[in-house]
């Protein structure tokens, strides 16, 4: 790597953790764990405070490919969270979105058109959130719980819409950047190399390198003792709390 290219990631990676920073409070998995009351049970076939969990989600679908991916998934036996994206997308594709509830994966809002919604109105973010909410519910017979703001932007300001419309935030830990290369051997590097406990995958299957990079992310996750779980399996016995931030 040239020392430019490494002040350019390095540069990128100062942004995020900026906006980031900006935020009252961010919560991580196992901080929500902890917060979860002491006689609370975890009711999934996961216990994330003993297990090596890590959480695979996917952003802006459902797109044309997403059934390949849930074929790999199921023949996997993982489920994912799919933060999904309304304008062409959850109108277009609702068997997928019936497809992806009725196997077992967690299904999230990620936007009505994927705007920055620190620079909209209190209106134009509500008129982001709710046609998906709407939609969503409508497919599949439940609204979501979670929602991912599009590049990560969110501030206090969004918290209180965000509770308001119960919806928790869901941040993550690792991105392969997908929507940048076709390279799916890369994609595989960055997430096994940004790989953590606790730590929540970022891709889009949308993007053709991406759906190839998965089985092996998988199998070599699985080799090095991971299991895979959706958002709220990882934060169990706690719920997600609308309006909170949570990031590994």
Aim: charged residues 25%.
């Amino acid at each position: 790597m040239t020392a430019a290219a490494a002040l350019l990631i390095a540069a990128a990676v100062t942004v995020s953790l900026t906006g980031w920073s900006t935020l009252s409070n961010v919560i991580s998995p196992a901080e929500a764990r902890a917060q979860a009351p002491k006689d609370v049970e975890v009711t999934g076939p996961v216990d994330c405070r003993k297990a090596k969990c890590i959480a695979l989600t996917f952003d802006g679908g459902p797109s044309a490919p997403t059934p390949k991916l849930l074929d790999v998934l199921k023949s996997e036996k993982v489920h994912a969270t799919f933060f999904l994206q309304g304008k062409k997308h959850t109108d277009t594709f609702p068997e997928t979105v019936r497809r992806m509830a009725r196997e077992g994966h967690e299904i999230a809002n990620h936007t009505w058109t994927h705007k920055n919604l620190k620079e909209l109105t209190d209106e134009e973010v509500r008129a982001q959130m709710l046609p998906v909410q709407r939609d969503i519910e409508k497919i599949t017979g439940h609204a979501p719980t979670l929602m991912r703001p599009p590049g990560g932007a969110t501030d206090d300001d969004l918290k209180k819409i965000m509770k308001d419309l119960g919806l928790a935030q869901i941040l993550w830990s690792v991105t392969a950047k997908d929507y940048e290369t076709t390279d799916t051997a890369l994609i595989e590097k960055r997430v096994l190399d940004g790989a953590e406990r606790d730590g929540i995958i970022l891709l889009h299957e949308r993007y053709a390198g991406t759906i190839p990079a998965v089985p092996d992310i998988i199998h070599r996750l699985r080799k090095r003792g991971y299991t895979f779980v959706t958002v709220p399996e990882l934060m169990a016995p706690a719920k997600p709390q609308p309006g909170e931030v949570y990031r590994p």
